[in-house]
């Protein structure tokens, strides 16, 4: 519970506090973004840790052992541009739950070298497609960010808990009902380092 008010505290932090705490000066993303473009596909999961506050007290509140504070789906379109899936709640976005950026957008939202990209290992014949899929629709759908942080319930949905939703529920792809936090309510962002489950394709962010 004390998880969930203090990740509910970090959105409720106004734009300034965005600017106050900020410290990275801003450099060329572009070889990074080349980087991740290159390996990741329809499917992955990209993550990053977030410039401001937010992104900031987020990894406080979860205390895992490196530093993310946001995830998304990778899709890529017919011309080949990558994008991501995600939810975003309006406290730091101009719209409240599923959206989609471009994958330059993502990366350069987080902090320099903290990107980090995995795949889901899956016996699946096309299991990435299937993710994708998933994703697209909660996008269609318009579901809202869920503010509550409670994985348990998804009406309304936070970043980490649409991979929770597609991967574990939906796909029954990956299991997470023994995951840290899960019998709260709150899914972070540990599970990644798992490879017996995941590839890593991204992985020497910073700690």
Known sequence: MKRIILIGSALALPIFLW???RTEE???RSEEIKNVAEVVETGDIVFRY???????????ALNEPFRISHCGVVVQKEDGSKHVIHSVSNAVSERDGMQMCTLDQFIENGRP?????VRAKSTIENAGVLIARHAYQHLMNRTTFDHDFDVREHST?????????????ELKMVDFSHDAGVSEGVFGFAWAADTTRFEHLVWDAKP
């Not at 070298?113 to 990209?117: E, L, Q």
Request: charged residues 20%; proline residues 0%; hydrophobic residues 45%.
């Open 157 to 169: 949905i936070y970043c980490s808990e649409l991979l929770y939703l597609i991967l574990h529920e």
């Open 19 to 21: 600017l106050f705490f």
């Open 50 to 60: 977030g410039t401001g506050a937010t992104g900031r007290l987020i990894v406080v």
């Open 26 to 28: 801003r450099e060329d």
């Open 113 to 117: 070298h903290t990107i980090r990209a």
